[in-house]
């Protein structure tokens, strides 16, 4: 009977939530969600297990149902402890899959998608090289060929069982008749008695009486048409340039180049993800257009027509409109030029690393390394006018060979940057003077000068400052002091609250090469070799550090942020691949309504722990959780547009099943808006 009440009270809950709830909550993933999108495009590796296909394929993993034709995608936000596979291999006496990264991490794991991390070999310090060359199973072992020797691993107790230092470069393994053979990367063959002491060097002894390395191509051979038919979604490549959010839709591009001018030889691409299909533009754009260069890195979307947008790199400039390729703009139709003096290169080596749409359609180039140009726009209309200036070109009167990150501000003025170590600069145009500002010296408010201080982006705050990544750490300039010739690069500092009157600047001396600015006016930081940081809207409080090794970042080089300003998910262009972060913080509503504001999860159902979620709300508006009657449950304040609920009370208490308000006003007072939310315990 007592169950029977129970059972019916948390239905009366539901029934009453459903009855007085009139807001809709879409299906968004909970504040602290991550997710990787892995690419897969390129089969590498085939292994059978049991009813189930395990591919690797550019380098990442995805699981084959051949009963059910199911596709279950494996990245280190989910199951895996690490990315950028190497090997896979099957034990079918243990019915587990070993998998082997380029940093010699190991996971172990079952068909059903249990994963256990073998990380010794990661872990260890040595001198000599640790790659891992070739698996051969044996048993329940598998035989890993490394570059000092060979490692045998129990797959059955997850555990290296042995190491056997032959201090040579092993390529392959394989055992007959009782003895074991190791061929080196000279094709040189060692072998020792299973029966003998395999850890003695001694034991091991060169022969030319060997078995055959073969490696088993049945998996691949059997299975790779089908394969070839699976789509288990995801970008192209894992390698980036820049990244953008518009009108619901993320983009990306990639090519040669990777931000940092890190050479990557990938054919240039344009990718387009609507938060549930990925669409890849030809990735053979560069040869229907008899273009060289392979190298896509900049991209923006026409705010009067999001169907229509441009992509460039060095390779002139791409237009597409409806989903297709339109035009290539080069020199032969346009006033852009192709590098100068570059008698080594052809014409088509056009560099185009900056543009950027007004708000009227119009859309402003960067054309660096020229002698003629280097600022431009095409207008709506069709017409190209040039607007090239002197500060523009460095001494030698070419046009500097980075500009790039072209950002308008919230007063119309045009900011980018020259990266390149040719004339390093900060440069400020307004598109109604035609006048520009140019700072080429990074000085910040002591009067520290930085030597070899390098911009990689630019944004404006929600305070209207202007933020600079470098890798020497962030500057900004003053809102007051924008458009003013002789502004000041500050450097924000931060006090060391150890009771001295001490402070340092903030992330001083780390490379930040991507700055984004969240709807709670918050800054995310990427970072070369420090992964991504979060700071305080008042630049005084460090609220997150997320690393490869803390987090499931995918990587301590972050090259890009980019954040969908309608859910709060952050999203990191990292060297190793696209992966995200649902943050705490979304756009403000300008007018908060009763309609958009609204929870999730909600209702809450019994055994969730997790965050709960309003969203719609105001600016730093006042936000209290009720309980039907009006007693006072929690309070605070929303980040940007977004507040999160623990399900506690202030005492730090559960809070019982029931029907709660969310009554939130604007930071004035002014407006009240409720909404309601069911929890079932």
């Not at 600022?375 to 500097?400: P, Q, R």
Request: negative net charge; proline residues 3%; aromatic residues 12%.
């Amino acid at each position: 009977m007592k169950v029977l009440i129970q059972h019916s009270l948390r239905w009366m809950i539901v029934l009453s939530f459903v009855i007085c709830h009139l807001s809709y909550s879409p299906a968004w993933a909970q504040v602290g969600t991550w997710k990787a999108y892995m690419a897969y495009s390129e089969p590498q590796q085939i292994v059978k297990a049991q009813n189930t296909l395990f591919v690797r394929a550019s380098n990442d993993l995805y699981q084959y149902n051949l009963n059910d034709k199911s596709i279950t995608t494996y990245d280190k936000t989910n199951v895996l402890n690490d990315n950028n596979i190497r090997l896979i291999e099957w034990n079918t006496e243990a019915k587990r899959l070993i998998i082997v990264y380029d940093n010699s991490n190991i996971d172990i794991m079952d068909v059903n998608g249990e994963v256990n991390n073998l990380s010794a070999l990661y872990n260890m310090t040595m001198t000599q090289d640790k790659g891992i060359n070739s698996i051969y199973m044996n048993g329940i072992y598998a035989y890993l060929s490394t570059d000092f020797g060979v490692m045998k691993v129990n797959m059955q107790r997850y555990e290296i069982s042995e190491t056997y230092m032959l201090n040579q470069n092993i390529q392959s393994v394989t055992i007959s008749n009782g003895f074991i053979y190791a061929r080196n990367d000279q094709n040189v063959v060692y072998s020792a008695n299973m029966n003998d002491n395999l850890i003695n060097q001694n034991n091991w002894q060169q022969t030319d009486n060997y078995p055959s390395f073969t490696i088993n191509t049945a998996d691949w051979d059997n299975y790779i048409e089908i394969v070839k038919t699976l789509k288990p979604g995801g970008p192209y490549y894992n390698q980036f340039y820049e990244s953008k959010i518009v009108n619901g839709k993320l983009y990306t591009t990639g090519g040669a180049f990777r931000s940092g001018q890190i050479a990557l030889n990938n054919p240039g691409i344009i990718q387009e993800y609507d938060f549930d299909t990925w669409t890849v533009y030809p990735t053979n754009i560069n040869e229907i257009t008899e273009v060289s260069y392979k190298d896509i890195n900049c991209i923006d979307v026409d705010p009067t027509d999001y169907n229509h947008f441009f992509a460039a790199g060095r390779c002139g400039l791409y237009e597409f409109s409806n989903g297709s390729f339109k035009t290539l703009y080069n020199q032969h139709n346009s006033p852009l030029k192709p590098a100068f003096d570059r008698s080594f290169l052809s014409d088509g080596y056009t560099l185009v690393h900056g543009i950027k749409f007004d708000s009227e359609g119009n859309l402003w180039v960067l054309n660096s390394q020229t002698k003629d140009v280097n600022l431009m726009v095409l207008e709506k209309n069709g017409e190209w006018k040039t607007h090239t200036k002197s500060e523009l070109f460095n001494s030698n009167g070419i046009s500097k060979p980075g500009l790039r990150c072209m950002m308008f501000d919230s007063s119309g003025l045009l900011w980018f940057v020259n990266t390149h170590f040719s004339g390093p600069s900060v440069h400020c145009y307004s598109t109604q003077t035609n006048e520009i500002l140019s700072y080429t010296k990074f000085t910040n408010q002591d009067g520290t000068n930085y030597e070899n201080c390098y911009p990689y982006d630019i944004q404006e705050d929600n305070q209207g400052n202007i933020w600079i990544a470098t890798n020497q750490g962030p500057f900004y300039i003053k809102k007051e002091e924008k458009g003013q010739s002789n502004a000041t690069l500050y450097q924000e500092k931060v006090p060391r609250n150890d009771g001295t009157n001490y402070a340092d600047y903030l992330l001083s001396g780390i490379h930040t090469n991507g700055i984004a600015i969240d709807g709670g006016g918050r800054k995310w930081f990427a970072t070369i070799g420090n992964g991504v940081f979060l700071v305080s809207a008042d630049n005084m409080t460090q609220l997150q550090h997320f690393t490869a090794e803390n987090s499931p970042l995918l990587s301590n080089n972050v090259q890009y942020i980019s954040i969908n300003h309608s859910s709060g998910e952050v999203f990191f262009l990292t060297d190793k691949g696209l992966c995200s972060y649902v943050a705490d913080a979304t756009i403000a509503s300008d007018d908060m309504q009763k309609d958009n504001v609204y929870a999730y999860p909600n209702p809450v159902e019994s055994g969730y722990t997790g965050i709960i979620t309003v969203v719609g709300l105001s600016y730093d508006a006042d936000v209290k959780i009720l309980t039907s009657s009006g007693r006072l449950v929690t309070q605070g304040r929303s980040n940007g547009g977004t507040f999160t609920w623990d399900g506690m009370d202030t005492q730090g208490k559960r809070v019982a099943s029931g029907v709660y308000m969310v009554a939130a006003t604007t930071s004035d007072g002014n407006k009240g808006i409720v909404c309601k939310i069911a929890i079932i315990n």
